[in-house]
Each structure stands twice: as structure tokens, then as C-alpha cells.
């Protein structure tokens, strides 16, 4: 006969399920295509290829062959052919292949090797700007930071000359990466540094004035005010990753309850573009206090925005900000849930389903009535809020974001290529 399913996510008392799924769609398969604990458990790492097999392919016309061979001659550690044949990688035809030698030369010899430095200096000085990107990026991985034995040393006074003087060259790919090198390679609160990076935020292109504001706000001893009003300006830039930048980087310098700063996050929560809003959003979750109700006021009006990322946005740093059970939160929310918007609603139902506690019967039963919302997310949202309501104990608590942390997306999957690389051995 047939077996009613029963939704993964466990059902509370009294809650009915949602109206937008048959049962069918809500029992999910006990059997995965591929178990890769088993094939953990069966499988063996395999032992690096030959050197000379590599060696060979890394001279191969085909560009996979050449990105997989550069990419094994790392596992050769201290081994000065290796070396060789990876600088020359930095200096290939494709990205694909460059990144992969990036990588390779960090793991080939120890941080600060003169081997390694000197083989990624002298492709800085490369015709190819492709290539001279790739040394200066190398430079930054494969050295160590200010204050390390390995630091002052003639060879690191020739990577410091080499990277100061590409601050200037002709292409705004080889500035961005010699202002992302000098900033990584510099002493905190460094005055050559931070002098360069405030050159650069005139730099006619956006990706060089954005690598400048990085700069500036890893380098600058936290609450510098001087620093934020060096920024703010780049608050109206006319490209849309500057301004982001800009709000990130006034986030990351001011102290929390910062004024100054939580003003200039505001009026970049008006931005025209998504990304920036988003970004301000978080950052004005970050600087302002739960005491803050203006500022908890503003994330609450962001609920209301016709993004779906600012909108989350607002859910989790309103949620992460106040925590469970601030009433204040509650109210803004409870105020927004009939919104004319279907987005908006949903949005106050996920973040009621966050910082309301299970004795707020109130709450409960208004989101229970989201369960006949004429849109099918916020029934869904609804279904699931009550759960998770009935979950919350009564008092006041901070609430702790499930989110992985995105703060570095330029490195994020970074160094992990290898162990995907080994998983995918002999799956199919």
C-alpha cells in the first residue's frame, strides 16, 4: 500500500505541513550516489607521480596536462628541478596553469626559501604582465611576514624594490597585484605602505582603488578615524566593488559604536547597487550596538528591500546583532509581516523564526497565519519557523549564525583543489 512520508525536518505539535509540497517530495532517498566515506575508507592516498613523468607533461601542449603536472611537482619538496620547472609555469600562456604554479611554489619549499624567491623575482620583471602578476602574487605567499629571520635580508631588500617599483607600472592588473603584495609583506601600521595604498585610491581604475582600500584597512591600528575619513570618499565612487570595499573597510577599522562610521554604513544601505547594500547591511550589523535603535530601526527597513541578498542580510544581522528575544527586533519584524512585498514577509517570518522565544504566544500564532500566505515561500518559511520557534527557551541570548564565513573569497577553495582532485580518483 502506499506509505505517507513525513517531512525531514521534524513536525511540532499543532503544525500542519505546507500546502506547496506532496508527501512524496517531502520523503528524501536514504542512499547517496556515492558514499565518500566508504570510498575514503577503501581508497589509499596515492603515492606522487614520477618526477620525469611530470617534468615531461609540464612542457605539454594541452593545458590540463601541464596544470595537473606543475600542480604534482609541488609534492617534490627542496627539489631544484622542480623548482625551475614551476617558474617556468608562472610564466605560461593560460591563468589555469599560473594559478596552479602559485600554489605549487608555496608548497615546494619552506616560506622565505631563496630558491623559491628568487625564481618568482625574476618573473616580476617579465614583458608579460600576465606573468609579472604571477610572480608578485607568489612573492606574497612564499615570504614570510615583517619581523621574520628571513625579512632585511639583501635578497628581500631586492623583492621589496621590485615590488614597490610595479606600484607604477602600465598595467592596472601588475599595480593591483604589487599594492596587494606590499600590503601583505608590510608591518602594521607601516607609514611607506599606507602612503602608497592612499596614492593609489586617485588610481584611474576601479580594481586598483578597491586593492588600495584593502590596503588601507589591513594596515591601520583599529578606531583610526583618520583612516575612515581617507576612505569615506570612495563611499561614492562610480564603481560598484569600490563603494563595497570602502563600507567593508570602515566596518573592519571602527571601533563598535563607532558613530561616525555607523552613519556612513547607513547612507550606503541606500546604495543603487544590490552589492553595496548587502555589504553595508553587514557592516552596520558588525559596527552598531543591540542599544543602538536607530540602527536596529535601519536593518529592520532593510527587510524591506526588493533584494533577496540585502534582505538576508538584514535577517542575519539583525538576528546575530540582537540576539533571541529583543523585543524591539520582535516589533520591527511583527510590523513588516503583513508588507505588501512576498520577499519582505518571508524575511520577517525567517527572523522571527530566530529571536522569538517559544512563550511568545503572540508571535506564534501571527506567524501561523503566514501558513495561508498567498505566496508559497512564505508558507514554506512559515511551516518551518514554527518549528524552530517552539525550539527557543524563553530569556534573552545571542544568537549564532549557521553561515560559513565568506569574509575571503578571493582564497576561498584556495589550497583545496588537491584533496578534490584525490576524491574524484576512481569514482567512476
Given at each position: 500500500g ?15 505541513g ?37 617534468l ?13 603536472a ?16 614551476i ?66 635580508t ?25 599594492m ?8 602594521p ?62 566596518a ?9 562610521a ?7 544601505c ?37 533584494d ?37 514577509r ?82 567512476w
Amino acid at each position: 500500500g502506499f506509505v505517507r512520508a513525513v517531512p525531514s525536518r521534524g513536525l511540532a505539535a499543532g503544525v500542519r505541513g505546507p500546502r506547496c509540497h506532496s508527501p512524496r517530495l517531502l520523503a528524501r532517498p536514504s542512499r547517496a550516489f556515492c558514499s565518500a566515506q566508504t570510498a575514503k575508507a577503501v581508497k589509499e592516498k596515492a603515492p606522487p607521480r614520477p618526477k620525469e613523468e611530470l617534468l615531461r607533461d609540464a612542457k605539454h601542449h594541452d593545458v590540463p596536462v601541464r596544470r595537473k603536472a606543475v600542480k604534482g611537482l609541488g609534492k617534490y619538496r627542496d627539489d631544484n628541478e622542480s623548482i625551475e620547472a614551476i617558474a617556468v609555469g608562472l610564466g605560461d600562456e593560460d591563468v589555469a596553469v599560473q594559478l596552479a604554479a602559485q600554489a605549487a611554489m608555496a608548497k615546494v619549499a619552506n616560506k622565505g626559501d631563496e630558491r623559491t624567491v628568487k625564481a618568482s623575482l625574476e618573473r616580476v620583471s617579465s614583458k608579460c604582465e600576465w606573468t609579472r602578476i604571477a610572480g608578485l602574487s607568489t612573492l606574497s605567499d612564499i615570504t614570510e611576514a615583517a619581523g621574520h629571520p628571513t625579512r632585511g635580508t639583501p635578497l628581500d631588500a631586492e623583492v621589496d624594490a621590485a615590488v614597490k617599483g610595479r606600484l607604477a607600472d602600465e598595467d592596472w592588473g601588475v599595480r593591483r597585484a604589487a599594492m596587494d603584495t606590499m600590503a601583505q609583506r608590510a608591518p602594521p601600521n607601516c607609514p611607506e605602505t599606507i602612503a602608497a595604498a592612499r596614492k593609489l585610491l586617485e588610481d584611474q581604475m576601479g580594481t586598483v582603488r578597491e586593492s588600495a582600500i584593502k590596503a588601507i584597512a589591513m594596515l591601520v591600528p583599529r578606531g583610526s578615524r583618520e583612516a575612515i575619513d581617507w576612505i569615506a570618499p570612495r563611499l561614492d565612487d562610480w564603481h560598484e566593488s569600490v563603494r563595497r570595499a570602502a563600507v567593508v573597510a570602515i566596518a573592519k577599522i571602527a571601533e563598535k559604536g563607532d558613530q561616525h562610521a555607523i552613519e556612513l554604513e547607513k547612507s550606503s544601505c541606500d546604495d543603487r547597487s544590490w552589492i553595496v547594500r548587502k555589504a553595508a547591511t553587514d557592516s552596520l550589523a558588525k559596527t552598531a550596538t543591540p542599544n543602538d535603535l536607530a540602527s536596529v530601526r535601519k536593518l529592520a527597513r532593510m527587510l524591506e528591500d526588493f533584494d533577496p541578498l540585502p534582505r538576508m542580510a538584514a535577517i542575519y544581522g539583525v538576528a546575530e546583532l540582537c540576539g533571541t528575544g529583543h523585543r524591539k527586533a520582535i516589533r520591527l519584524a511583527e510590523a513588516r509581516i503583513e508588507h505588501r512585498d512576498p520577499g519582505t514577509r518571508q524575511a520577517c517570518v525567517q527572523l522571527l523564526e530566530k529571536i522569538t522565544t517559544n512563550d511568545n504566544e503572540a508571535i506564534y500564532k501571527l506567524v501561523e497565519e503566514r501558513l495561508d500566505d498567498e505566496d508559497e515561500h512564505v508558507r514554506d518559511s512559515a511551516y518551518y519557523a514554527l518549528i524552530e520557534i517552539k525550539k527557543n527557551k524563553p530569556g534573552r541570548r545571542k544568537w549564532i549564525s549557521d553561515l560559513p564565513d565568506l569574509s575571503d573569497l578571493d582564497r576561498l577553495g584556495f589550497d583545496s583543489s588537491d584533496d578534490e582532485d584525490n576524491e574524484k580518483e576512481g569514482l567512476w
